[in-house]
């Protein structure tokens, strides 16, 4: 009987200490698998891990400074040109002898402007793109072109009025061909009733 009384104790000893083993192997257990917690792709809140060696983290490069003509609006004598930028200092309206980007504009016309610094004169044509490079000097887009003489002012006397009369204009000096011309007979046949 004291055979099976050892026995028997050593059976309960090993099942009294059963769920203790069991209890320390889950926590042991759930240590290999914290990577799966912490590099969890699902997790909306995860940051990254400070762990080992940083990775290399890419600088943004910050837009290049640019300005774009947008268009121009020619009303009498007024003229203005109206541009968009990466700065909210580019974007707006512009009329002629005010300054953008350091550049004088000096003549506005429906065919672009001409800008004027230090003696450099660049025409800008509707939808060109002035940018500033690597070396932080501005560069015309390739639709606009570098010129040493300004254009030609269009000229508003009453020469360039056909018969005399205002209302019809030539389309070849008008730079708006057959559509202007149309425009501006409609706008005189309303005028007149």
């Not at 943004?60 to 400074?65: A, G, R």
């Not at 003696?119 to 606009?144: C, F, H, I, P, Y």
């Not at 030539?170 to 009733?193: F, N, P, Q, T, Y």
Request: hydrophobic share 35%; net charge positive.
């Amino acid at each position: 009987m004291s055979r099976t009384c050892i026995i028997f104790i050593t059976l309960l000893v090993a099942v009294l200490s059963l769920p203790v083993a069991t209890e320390a192997a889950d926590k042991s257990d759930f240590k290999d698998f914290k990577i799966v917690a912490n590099r969890n792709i699902f997790d909306s809140e995860r940051t990254p891990s400070q762990e080992g060696s940083p990775r290399p983290q890419a600088v943004p490069k910050d837009p290049p400074e640019e300005f774009r003509l947008v268009g121009v609006m020619i009303s009498g004598k007024d003229s203005t040109a109206f541009f968009d930028g990466s700065r909210s200092d580019y974007k707006g309206q512009w009329k002629r002898g005010d300054i953008i980007a350091g550049f004088k504009i000096r003549i506005i016309r429906t065919s672009g402007l001409l800008l004027e610094k230090d003696s450099r004169r660049m025409v800008m044509t509707v939808a060109s793109v002035m940018k500033k490079n690597d070396q932080n000097r501005w560069e015309l887009s390739k639709s606009a072109t570098h010129v040493s003489k300004p254009p030609e002012p269009a000229s508003s006397s009453p020469q360039d009025v056909k018969g005399g009369a205002k209302g019809e204009v030539k389309g070849s000096e008008a730079g708006g061909g057959d559509i202007l011309k149309k425009l501006m007979e409609r706008r005189k046949k309303e005028v007149e009733k």
